[in-house]
Nanobody
């Protein structure tokens, strides 16, 4: 059974940085794209970033482009989301998800339980 476990969330001041990690196990994840979604209170879940199975292509939401960097380390079964210049509207629960391609949440096959990121003003 596929499993994704997020870590690295927490409280940070506006302008600060955090790196989220996603530990992947239980399936042939090297053939999967890995995405980071986020969901703020009262809002729908949205895609923040995604990396393809080979790592050759990355996608970013316009709201995080230039501030967030996604990467994967297949040897360590890890995916990372480096977040710089965090702003209060980045406050959300961040979810790691795996799917055969980058896309909408309903296209993802495996999900983590989420990590809370809170950015104070």
């Amino acid at each position: 059974q596929g499993q994704l476990v997020e870590s690295g969330g927490g409280l940070v001041q506006s302008g600060g940085s955090l790196t989220l990690s996603c530990a992947v196990s239980g399936f042939n994840w090297e053939y999967y794209a890995i995405a980071w979604f986020r969901q703020a209170p009262g809002m729908e879940r949205e895609a923040a970033s995604c990396i393809t199975d080979t790592g050759a292509i990355t996608y970013y939401a316009n709201s995080v482009k230039g501030r967030f960097t996604i990467s994967r380390d297949d040897a360590k079964n890890m995916v990372y989301l480096k977040m710089n210049n965090l702003q209060p509207n980045d406050t959300a629960v961040y979810y790691c998800a795996a799917g055969l391609m980058c896309g909408a949440p309903d296209g993802m096959d495996y999900w983590g339980k989420g990590a809370l990121v809170t950015v104070s003003a």
